[in-house]
């Protein structure tokens, strides 16, 4: 049983406000969050384990909480994308439902007009892939105009290893957009310690030489490393 009960809100800076999440271990508490959609850490013990297990976020160990896990968890609960990395140009963030209409965009723009996906379904996506794999496809934003996506980048998992996809706006192309994206990306795929040792390939059409030339410089610029690309030609 926990000696120490917990029951406060952790505040911090967030952009340009303070954000609150409650940590507690107080099932009343918790579940009166949850209904309010209050950000919410449960603090677990052997003795609480259980029935706190309604709550989507929990610590063992309230010392574990950090500000980038205070962050995450009041991202997730308000439906905010996650920024991922930024570049000299690039800003890369999660997708979110707000991105319908600039996905639809994009994937118009290089000729698949069947394209439809529902801002539901964008917003899930958050738990259902990055959650669970802590890796997906990411929104690729200009830096100096973040609302402006020029494109789609990141992982995605296949049999026996983890496919590294892009797509650029055809009025982005032949300015390097992709190759500082994807570039980042494999950066960070390789200090992450939790993805695991899959290898990871870039599967291009025999057609598109842009993409296999582009595949190629990448290959060049992670070797000797664990995630250095393979080029598969289709």
Request: negative net charge.
């Amino acid at each position: 049983m926990r000696e120490n009960r917990v029951n406060k809100f952790y505040k911090q800076k967030f952009n340009t406000r303070e954000i609150s999440v409650l940590v507690s271990d107080e099932e009343e508490s918790l579940r009166k969050a949850l209904k309010n959609r209050i950000p919410a850490i449960a603090c677990i013990g052997e003795d609480t384990e259980y029935k706190l297990s309604f709550v989507p976020y929990a610590v063992e160990d309230e010392g574990a909480i950090d500000e980038d896990y205070l962050r995450f968890v009041y991202c997730r609960t308000n439906g905010i994308p996650l920024e991922i990395a930024r570049t000299e140009r690039l800003l890369i963030r999660e997708l979110c439902a707000d991105d319908r209409e600039k996905t639809r965009k994009v994937f118009l723009d290089n000729g698949e007009d069947a394209f439809s996906i529902s801002g539901e379904e964008l917003q899930s996506y958050s738990t259902r892939v990055y959650d669970l794999y802590r890796y997906g496809y990411y929104a690729v934003c200009l830096l100096e105009n973040p609302d402006i996506m020029i494109g789609i980048a990141g992982f995605n998992r296949q049999k026996g290893c983890i496919e590294l996809g892009y797509i650029i706006r055809k009025e982005y192309r032949r300015q390097g957009y992709a190759f500082e994206a994807c570039t980042e990306l494999l950066n960070l795929y390789e200090k992450d310690p939790t993805v695991g040792e899959e290898t990871v390939t870039i599967i291009i059409s025999k057609d598109n030489f842009a993409s296999l030339s582009l595949a190629k410089k990448l290959k060049d610029r992670m070797a000797g490393s664990r995630i250095c690309p393979e080029i598969k030609v289709v």
